[in-house]
């Protein structure tokens, strides 16, 4: 079946430095969401890209959506605490369903 | 507007006590999903409905796990009986008309502790 694979399972940054997180396909994807879920919260909406190529801005937040619509990156800028928690791309898995990979958990020392 | 409501936030209790989850969707939202996340699985889609109607179960673990939609602002997810496996954080989440894939909205959670 479909399969949405994230990387890296963990990240320790130090506060001030960046952080990526990537996001591969099996299949091609009608678009792709991006997910931030605080340490002992839910899951919370943060974006979609639909477009092939597309390049989102959210603040210290970019995210892209790559050419073949077959993967997707998260970069954050001069990370800060508020940062902690996990990230979670998400595709669609057919009929009303959306598929998550397993997250990236990101550390951030002060 | 009020989020996706959860009940209850916590439960612990008993391996072989029957137990139920709750959730209220978004007011207007169609679509309803029930989620699992365990530190091991990560989060596991276990079963979503559409109009009230169960689309997709195919990821409910096994036969002690059951779901329902009576109307458009209830469900529920009951484990019966309850297995010291199944302590688990369970999510509720749910997403508007429209298109096929949307954003999801999800509720608070129930933590599960089966002692």
């Known amino acids: 079946g479909q399969q949405v694979m994230q990387i890296p399972q963990y990240q320790h940054v130090q506060e001030g430095e960046d952080f990526t997180t990537y996001c591969n396909s099996s299949?091609?994807?009608?678009?792709i969401q991006w997910y931030k879920q605080r340490p002992g919260g839910h899951p919370v909406f943060l974006i979609q890209l639909v477009k092939s190529g597309e390049v989102k801005k959210q603040k210290r937040l970019t995210f892209q959506f790559g050419e073949a619509k077959k993967n997707s990156s998260l970069h954050i800028t001069a990370t800060q605490t508020t940062d902690v928690g996990t990230y979670f791309c998400?595709?669609?898995?057919?009929?009303?369903?959306?598929?998550f990979g397993a997250g990236t958990r990101l550390f951030v020392k002060a | 507007d009020a989020g996706v409501i959860q009940s209850p936030r916590h439960e612990v209790t008993e391996m072989g006590q029957e137990v139920t989850l709750r959730c209220k969707p978004i007011?207007?939202?169609?679509?309803l999903f029930w989620y699992r996340q365990t530190m091991m699985r990560g989060l596991e889609l276990l079963i979503y409905f559409n109009n009230n109607v169960p689309i997709d179960d195919s990821g409910m673990p096994e036969d002690r796990f059951s779901a329902k939609m009576p109307n458009a602002s209830f469900s529920t997810l009951k484990i019966q009986p309850s297995e010291p496996r199944d302590s688990a954080v369970y999510f509720c989440?749910?997403?508007?008309?429209?298109?096929?894939?949307?954003?999801?909205?999800f509720g608070p959670g129930t933590r599960l502790t089966v002692l």
């Open positions: 998400a595709g669609p898995g057919g009929g009303f369903k959306t598929i």
């Open positions: 299949t091609t994807l009608s678009n």
């Open positions: 007011s207007g939202h169609n679509s």
């Open positions: 989440a749910s997403t508007r008309a429209g298109a096929p894939v949307d954003t999801q909205y």
